[in-house]
């Protein structure tokens, strides 16, 4: 079982500002370096103040290698629709580079319809968009003098540069919600799932069923992995008691949810055959700021015997191998952050 | 007078590694940072060996600012018609949110023909796009709910994050070489100038014409800058004497101007009424190779007492404010360019 932090700045800017925001994820990230934490995990999005600090998790990246010894870095996700695939091969093998041969990417077709439409890149191309600069960089990575001529970017012999500093190309990970034919896609090029759960417990069907569609389909191929491998985002805080651990943790995940409501709300306006399910989401989050975290949410809240117990269930559940923790909810500062962190590594690991 | 070092990596692929390059110029960045040196610049390039192994010079100064304490990070230059505003605005803020206000930043309008051709942007439109990318990024800097609709990108009630650490933002420079049409618009809008000089010294007529444009046209402005501002990057070797540095530097500096010889390669396919004269730098770059250094280059190479006369001398010629000295041609090892660093700091400043 590997286990490691996933970041997603979620501030309100007129409380908290991304100067304070990255020196706390920072000196967090040094912690968890030095706790033996494998990995910390950042996100790419852009405009809402759901993520939208982050707008590169590869900077976010390199400045976590330029600090840190052993963890792993890893996008999660960053979003080849978004980008040429020039530019995303060529910084991604930058940041492998940067941190000697510490990089994972995590890669996501994106998902909030107001980025797409800032971007100027058309929803409903997502997926062959997706797909079609994640094949055009595995081709950047590992071979020269490359043409590709499609609907999105075309070019003839391109080299890119730097060589990636890992062979043959960091190992590729594909962020995933609900689509059916993502979970498929990833297994049939040998990509490792990145999963986020459904916020509601009596949704986490969907997440089963579409991680037997990858486990079915998982064949050793681009991706870099020998076998499936399911890494699970999901929101942690540990206290000493659960209540404890609730009364910390229940505003922060409120105003978490009050924030992704806010993005997903852009989903009101917004259909695409693409995105089955996602036009419901405006309406299901106007709900979910009221929910009743503690039984119905999909949080791993509580004291180090509670989360040890959770964590072993979602491992038999839905087969995880990685635990991708999101600790910055709610505009942590670092003093939660830490003392939740530590609580998991000195009391919640020697449960495993 | 200021001083800064400017990273170009150009660095053969099967020669020195990409890891090896970061290792060595974050070391060099480390000891300059401790030395009380200004800056640390480095570029934006693409595909070639000239540059191709930094495609994200922000990325790069991330990395910089987390190892570092009082140095100001420098893109020099990044190219806005590469990029979409909104993108390259919230990276700039990004960067300038993890170095803590210490981001200056130099855009530049590009001009390697294959950059342009691999990432799908038409070269006669690069003087366009820079202006329009660069305006829009100073509305999404200092405004709240930007539209734009511009030939090259739209968007409506657009609000940049992370806000911009420093108000109203990050110094604004712009890399300009011989186009009078670049010089009078960075003075009309008030944006410091970064200059690289012709390589042979019978062509810098050209530069002291231009630079005469920018300070008649220099209006405060949007640029961040109250006064004409002259950055000049040249390339820079200091040992104990004339002999002993052009030994040196005669090899490294040969092997610079073939790697920049094949970049410029590209320009005997290619003609651009928006570039007048670098269709001829295809044929001037052939002899380049064999020119002799000592006699007619415009490099800064010698002992402590020559180097600081040369500085005197181009302060004088052309009101140069800012030294932003090429450290890492001829993909140097660190021990070659922190030994000329050292004595730049501990034997020319002194004498200036």
């Given at each position: ?22 020196r ?25 103040e ?29 979003l080849?629709?978004f ?44 997926r ?8 055009a ?24 540069l ?6 043959p190309?960091?190992?590729l ?17 040998g ?5 986020a ?41 540990v ?27 852009s989903?009101?306006t ?32 509580g004291?180090p ?25 709610g505009?942590?500062n ?19």
């Amino acid at each position: 079982m590997r286990h490691g932090i996933s970041l997603l700045p979620d501030c309100r800017r007129d409380r908290r500002s991304a100067a304070d925001y990255y020196r706390d994820v920072l000196a967090l990230t040094r912690f968890a370096d030095r706790a033996g934490i494998d990995y910390v995990k950042m996100t790419e999005h852009y405009l809402g103040e759901y993520g939208g600090y982050c707008p590169s998790p590869l900077t976010f990246l390199a400045a976590a290698a330029a600090q840190t010894t052993d963890i792993r870095l890893m996008t999660g996700a960053t979003l080849p629709a978004f980008h040429h695939p020039i530019q995303l091969a060529a910084h991604i093998s930058m940041v492998d580079a940067l941190s000697e041969g510490r990089l994972d990417v995590g890669l996501g077709r994106a998902w909030l319809p107001y980025e797409f439409e800032a971007l100027g890149v058309p929803i409903d191309e997502s997926r062959p968009r997706f797909e079609a600069t994640t094949r055009a960089m595995l081709r950047l990575w590992t071979e020269e003098n490359v043409t590709e001529d499609t609907p999105f970017f075309s070019y003839r012999d391109a080299t890119s540069l730097p060589p990636v500093t890992q062979s043959p190309h960091p190992p590729l990970w594909g962020a995933a919600v609900r689509s059916p034919e993502s979970f498929t896609w990833l297994g049939e090029h040998g990509l490792g799932v990145m999963l986020a759960l459904a916020p509601l417990k009596k949704d986490v069907g969907v997440s089963r069923y579409v991680i037997n569609l990858y486990r079915d389909a998982f064949t050793p191929g681009d991706g870099g992995h020998a076998a499936p491998r399911i890494a699970l985002s999901t929101p942690l805080y540990v206290a000493r008691t659960d209540d404890e651990a609730y009364r910390a943790a229940e505003p922060l995940y409120r105003e978490y949810m009050a924030v992704w409501s806010e993005a997903a709300a852009s989903w009101k306006t917004t259909t695409s055959d693409q995105y089955a399910g996602y036009d419901q989401m405006g309406a299901h989050a106007r709900h979910l700021t009221d929910f009743d975290v503690r039984r119905h949410g999909t949080a791993v809240i509580g004291s180090p015997g509670t989360v040890a117990e959770r964590i072993l269930a979602l491992r038999e559940e839905y087969g995880v191998d990685t635990f991708l923790w999101q600790v910055d909810f709610g505009g942590q500062n670092l003093d939660q952050m830490q003392a939740s962190l530590r609580l998991y590594v000195d009391e919640v690991l020697p449960r495993l």
